[in-house]
């Protein structure tokens, strides 16, 4: 992690520890150690009312098993449900980063390409939302979304002339697929914003010189050039997406249950700790493979352009 | 019939005239220099060229089309920007591919015209480098080849050489020189450096607060500028206050302040009575001891007030009897010495009866 550096003076590397060590430390404490405990609770099995059997049978033992164990995983890898969720999850996750690609691209040009003094108003205006609570966002969805609404009126007023039966918005896939991009769009506005400032306005009066037309010069220049912002951009959308439980519970059905969902189950629900730790790992080694990919893919991109 | 032609051209922006009333015609296989300092409006007429801008009133004619309704994208004309402008994303052969694809062209001949192009520029196996990897000058071909790959029937230039270092960019120059020579597209290029202009065109046109001031060959250009402005941003000159007191179509004979009789080149339009200034060149300035000459035409004595050595040249700035100051340039023929003249010593001053140049206020 931290490499030593060729022809640094003593000092320097002492400061160098003072200001890597903290967050080092802190992500060791916080993240490492919980993930080694949470691969040791997935090989454990559930205590009767939660948490987690003792290793070795206490004496009055009798209910109950105890001991290491791989049920936990065989139970996953048995039924097919699990696999759905996870795809399901996937689904999800790809088509808000989608949805939240299209809609920020444009947006992040506008803000790149105003007067310098607009920029910053706009990207204020662009986080605005999350000054008020992410929980209040959420329940406005279900009033905007909801049978009673404005919204649902006209909707269901257009599909009633074409004599299509009423439908509800909320506590559908769709509501769920609103509310994520809702609330996923600022994360991808920022990193494309960030990227496309940075471009050189003479690249494109030179690709517009040398014979490209409005579209040529975007896929030609712009979009190659801001690659490394759709990417992680869209790690920052996708990766949450997946792990989201708050937005599928509000505004979403019974049947539209993510990961996030089963795992926060199994942990406040169910009280099966090593079947939500079995679950968490999985999540966690999908993204980690997922965020390997797209580094890779990103590198080659970037390095190979599109052309 | 001209290939360029400018006609009556005026852009204004809020609170200045950047281009003001330019008329400027290039012929086919001409190498053009717009030449001025910054802010003359050279930059913004050759975006107009380029079809970055619009003029607010006059033409510009390519092949005798008005090119005003014509976007940039869709005109014969390249640029070589002075940043380079080389797509980072994309292979040096890709880079110069970039206007061919544009054009449509076949992919056997993208590859056969980019090899050419890597071959004239000589850089022929940097095919596959990306920007990043190349030095400055290496960039500069690139930008070269992909404004040139195409065969525009134009390529403007603007100040392409003002990120090189002195020295590569004299070997830059030469090879523009020989690369426009081999090709023959016709250059217009844009400077700030009058002696890049100078060793570079075949006219040159001088701009200053958006007018033309004078367009013509860089030698007359340089012995015979028009007026104080061109003559003062051109070269080294000397410039003393005079009066014409005789004006014959061959030779003027000008009272120069204190100085006496001084006798410069004939120039039309000049009467008798006219005020302004006399020129000369400090290389056309002759300097001697005082003893040495005998008394001829434009002969002053003075002293030696201070010498600027820089290697191949001195300069001396001899102070005359009337307080004035001029510039001597000699050449340091001797090895070993860096001067002919100490600062103090007395010494003559004179110039052919043509050398000296005769300005209007």
Known sequence: MIKGVKGETKDA????????????????????????????????????????????????????????????????????????????????????????????????????????????????????????????????????????????????????????????????????????????????????????????????????DLGANAWQRFWRVTWPLSLPGVFSGSALVFIPVLGMFAVPEILGGTGDILIGNLIKDQFLGTRDWPFGSVLSIMLTLAVLSIAGLATWFSRFATRQGTV | ??????????????????????????????????????????????????????????????????????????????????????????????????????????????????????????????????????????KQRVAFARGLVNRPRLLLLDEPLGALDAKLREEMQIELINLQKELGVTFVFVTHAQDEALALSHRIAVMNHGIVEQIDEPSRIYSFPRNRFVADFIGKISMMSAQVVEAAPSHLKLDVKELGEVTAVGKAGVKTGDTGVMAIRPEQVRISHLSDEPRLKNHFPGKVHDFLYVGDVTTYIVELSNGAYIEALLPNSAPGRAKFFEVGDQVGVSWRHDAGIFLND
């Open chain 1, 13 to 208: 590397r002492i400061a160098r520890f003072l200001v890597g060590g903290p967050p080092l430390l802190f992500l060791l404490v916080f993240f490492v150690a919980p993930s080694l405990i949470m691969i040791l609770t997935s090989f454990r099995f559930p205590g009767e009312f939660g948490g987690l059997a003792p290793i070795t049978a206490p004496e009055d033992m009798t209910i109950g098993e105890y001991g290491i164990t791989s049920e936990a995983y065989q139970f996953f890898f048995s039924d097919v449900l699990y696999a759905k969720i996870f795809l399901k999850s996937f689904l999800m996750a790809s088509a808000t980063t989608l949805i939240c690609l299209v809609m920020a691209y444009p947006l992040a040009m506008l803000i790149a390409r105003s007067e310098k003094r607009f920029r910053n108003l706009m990207v204020l205006l662009v986080v605005l939302p999350f000054a008020s609570n992410f929980l209040i966002r959420i329940y406005a969805w279900m009033i905007i979304l909801g049978p009673e609404s404005g919204l649902s009126h006209f909707i269901n007023a257009v599909l009633g002339i074409f004599g299509i039966a009423p439908i509800t918005l909320l506590f559908s896939p769709f509501a769920v697929l609103v509310g994520m991009v809702y609330v996923h769009l600022p994360f991808m506005v920022l990193p494309l914003y960030t990227n496309l400032e940075k471009h050189d306005p003479s690249l494109l009066n030179a690709a517009q």
């Open chain 2, 1 to 138: 019939m001209a290939l360029l032609e400018i006609r009556n051209v005026t852009r204004r922006f809020s609170n200045y005239t950047a281009v003001d009333n330019v008329s400027i015609s290039v012929k086919a296989g001409e190498f053009f220099t717009l030449l001025g300092p910054s802010g003359c409006g050279k930059t913004t007429l050759l975006r107009m060229i380029a079809g970055f801008d619009l003029p607010d009133s006059g033409q510009i004619l390519l092949d005798g089309n008005d090119m005003v309704g014509t976007p940039p994208e869709k005109r014969p004309v390249h640029t070589v920007f002075q940043t380079y402008a080389l797509f980072p994303h994309m292979t040096v052969a890709d880079n110069i591919a970039f206007p061919l694809k544009m054009a449509g062209k076949a992919t056997q001949e993208i590859k056969t015209r980019v090899g050419e192009a890597l071959e004239s520029v000589r850089l022929p196996s940097f095919g596959n480098r990306f920007p990043h990897e190349l030095s400055g000058g290496q």
